[in-house]
Structure formats: C-alpha cells, structure tokens
C-alpha cells in the first residue's frame, strides 16, 4: 500500500490530505498553523493524520507540500533587507521597469516601493554586450570593495544582475564566489532570458524571501529524513508543476504561488469531472471557463490567467 501526501501550509492552518493509490480514497485534516517555524505545523500534521488513519510515514510514496510562507513573506515585507548589484548605469532599473505607471492619467500615481530600495543597489563596472562577448572586464577592486561593504553591514542575502549575463553568466559568477557566506543569488540562474527588468525584478524576489526560505525548507527536509520518509520531498512551484526541495532551497521565488495555483489546478480537475459525471461529457472533451478568461476554446481541463506573475 502506498500513500500519496499533499500539505498546504498558510498563516492560520495547515491541511493535509492523504490519498491511498491502491483504492483511490483520500482523507483531509486540518491543524493549526505555527508562524514562527511553518515546517513542523507540516510535520505534526502528517504524523498526526498518519496515526489516526493507520499507515506510517514509511508507506508513504509520494510527498509534496505547498505552502503560502514564501507569499506572506513577500507581502508582509518583514524580511531582511536585500542589496542588489548592476551592471554600472542599470542602479535604477527597478524604478524605471517598462515605464508603466500604476494609473496612466493620473500624474501623482506612485508605484510601489521595490523590495531592494535604491540605497541598498550599487553598481560595478563590467560591460557584456548582445553576443555575450565581454567588451569591458569585471573591475575586480569594485567587486573586493563591494563585499567588504556587505560583510561589514551584515547583509544576510544580496540579488545579482548584470546585463547579458543570460549569454555569459562569468561577471555574476565571480561575484557570487566573492559574496560567499552570504545568501546570493544571480540571474543568470533563476530566470536565464531576455528582458533586463524581469530579471532583474525576478532576482530581487528570490534573494528577498530566500534566507527565511531557505531556513524553512531545509529545516523540514531534515526533520522529514530523520522521521523516516523514506522519498525525496518535492516542493510546489507556481508554474504548478514540483521540483526536489534542495533546488527549491536556492530559488525559492519559484514557490510564491504555490499554494494559490494548486488550489487551481485541483479546481480544475474537480470541475472536469463535476462536469463529465453530471452531463455525460468525456472529460477529454470538457472545458473549463470563468470570470476574466478569454473568449474562445482553452483545451481540455485548461485554465488561463490575464497577467503573468510577475
């Protein structure tokens, strides 16, 4: 017999669900949430619903939490502050993104501050140009001069973006070789594409919420092992799909939806069979439709969304 074990971890409770591959059945529970360590609301939710309902944490086959921890610490901005490093001249990308204002007619709009705000963004001299050639050098006294500064301010996580670094990621390398010992993260490895300001906005949420991430997921796994799973524990990404928690550990902007985009897809697969059951329809034909959706055929059990995530 083996189990598959889903958790949902918000600020008030945590939900678990266990599902038995063999028959299909499934069984929910709830408890409260703890704020202050989000991970052994998990633990003590598993076993608790394990125990009730009779298999052990060894019969368990699949395990994947989602939780809504990296999506509080994202809103509430109770996090420590994150430094941000450009390419020389990009400091104020994060202000100027694609030059939208919140409200276009309205000339006192005010957009929101950004997670890294400008005095804690600094600048090195590098130049990597469309072809990911190098057409000036990393100034490495810049570089050595800049981590002295963060060492000795105490900064716990630091967002690296430099131009072109999706062609040639070395400039972000050598500067996160030097930030050693300090949470940093480059975007050449969280989101490697095209657009300066979406990386750079994408990088400055990873390196916002990883220490209290990290800490939280890397904790859980620990504990998890130690009690006895005996599978790797895969976490939710807001791309609905799951990756192992030690990749999630270094990137955990991947999880700020999780919890809200499971909660749709499972949505979606409910409403399919809702559907196919009560008016015959194959679910391979049933489509599933809703407010703000556009018009026209979304395939079979697919959903959409107006605005990307970011």
């Given at each position: 017999m083996v189990w598959r074990v889903g958790v949902d971890t918000g600020g008030a409770f945590t939900d678990v669900c266990l599902c038995n591959e063999s028959d299909g059945s499934a069984v929910v529970g709830k408890i409260s949430s703890a704020p202050r360590d989000p991970g052994q609301a998990v633990i003590d939710g598993v076993t608790k619903f394990l125990g009730e309902y009779g298999p052990s944490l060894f019969e368990v086959g699949y395990f994947a939490p989602g939780a809504t921890v990296a999506t509080n610490a994202l809103l509430q901005t109770r996090v420590l502050k994150t430094r941000g490093a450009t390419t020389h001249g990009f400091r104020d990308l994060l202000e100027l993104g694609r030059q939208r204002r919140p409200k276009l007619y309205d000339l006192t709009a005010r957009k929101a501050d950004?997670?890294?705000?400008?005095?804690?963004?600094?600048?090195?001299?590098?130049?990597?140009?469309?072809?990911?050639?190098?057409?000036?050098?990393?100034?490495?006294?810049?570089?050595?001069?800049?981590?002295?500064?963060?060492?000795?301010?105490?900064?716990?996580?630091?967002?690296?973006?430099?131009?072109?670094?999706?062609?040639?990621?070395?400039?972000?390398e050598i500067l996160e070789d030097e930030l050693s010992g300090v949470f940093t993260t480059t975007s050449s490895e969280v989101l490697p594409e095209f657009r300066e300001y979406e990386r750079l906005a994408m990088v400055v949420i990873n390196a916002f919420i990883g220490p209290v991430m990290q800490g939280y997921l890397s904790r859980m796994r620990l504990r998890l092992k130690e009690a006895g799973l005996p599978v790797e524990v895969n976490a939710t990404q807001s791309n609905r799909d799951v990756t192992p928690f030690e990749a999630v550990e270094t990137q955990p902007g991947r999880t700020v939806?999780?919890?809200?985009?499971?909660?749709?897809?499972?949505?979606?697969?409910?409403?399919?069979?809702?559907?196919?059951?009560?008016?015959?329809?194959?679910?391979?034909?049933?489509?599933v439709a809703g407010p703000g959706l556009p018009s026209g055929i979304l395939p079979p059990g697919e959903f959409s969304r107006d605005h990307p995530p970011l």
């Open positions: 950004p997670l890294a705000t400008r005095d804690l963004r600094f600048e090195v001299s590098e130049r990597v140009n469309c072809l990911g050639e190098v057409e000036g050098p990393l100034s490495e006294a810049e570089v050595r001069l800049a981590a002295a500064i963060l060492r000795d301010a105490d900064v716990k996580s630091v967002a690296v973006c430099l131009l072109y670094s999706y062609l040639n990621s070395g400039h972000e939806l999780s919890s809200p985009i499971t909660g749709v897809v499972g949505a979606v697969r409910l409403a399919v069979r809702v559907i196919s059951v009560q008016r015959g329809y194959n679910p391979v034909d049933s489509v």
